[in-house]
């Protein structure tokens, strides 16, 4: 009987002292490219410690749309809900903690639905490359992509390609 009032007092000290599950990323796929999507948003914590824990948040969708989203003992890190955009257009998808055992911290990511680009992840166009550490958020730089041939330059000029232009000197 000792041993599991031990036992007992360990798993207080352990939940009473951790801190609540943190944010950990939120990731959008869509289903279908136009206007009337289904978009699956899934959402991730990073549990702090052995002991799981419980929290909860609030998916913001971007067109005034909210889905509570919740953890219990025992489920997966991973959450899903899925949600139908009426309209095309850019939105901003905000995860944040709500309620009195909020997830810490929050999320966000961009979505565009219905123009050609229904994605969450930045895409160039054909002939054009995703700069390096270009990505903040929904702000990304594509930059023409030389060709793979060089140019055929006239007599006295040399072909050259830099910063995003290409020539003959």
Request: with cysteine; aromatic share 6%.
């Amino acid at each position: 009987m000792r041993r599991s009032a031990v036992g007992v007092a360990l798993l207080a000290w352990a939940g009473a002292g951790a801190a609540a599950p943190r944010l950990d990323s939120v990731s959008l796929q869509v289903l279908s490219g136009k206007g009337g999507s289904d978009v699956v948003i899934s959402v991730s914590i990073e549990r702090p410690s052995l002991v799981d824990l419980t929290c909860s948040a609030t998916i913001e969708t971007g067109d005034g749309g909210q889905i509570p989203i919740a953890w219990n003992l025992g489920d997966s890190r991973t959450k899903t809900a899925r949600y139908e955009y009426k309209r095309p257009g850019t939105y901003r998808v905000r995860v944040s903690g709500t309620g009195k055992a909020a997830c810490a911290g929050q999320k966000e990511a961009a979505l565009t639905i219905g123009t050609g680009h229904a994605s969450g992840t930045p895409r160039c166009p054909a002939g054009w490359t995703l700069v390096e550490d270009s990505v903040k958020g929904p702000r990304y730089t594509c930059r023409a992509r030389p060709p793979a041939q060089a140019l055929r330059c006239a007599e006295g000029t040399t072909y050259f390609a830099e910063g995003g232009e290409i020539g003959c000197r």
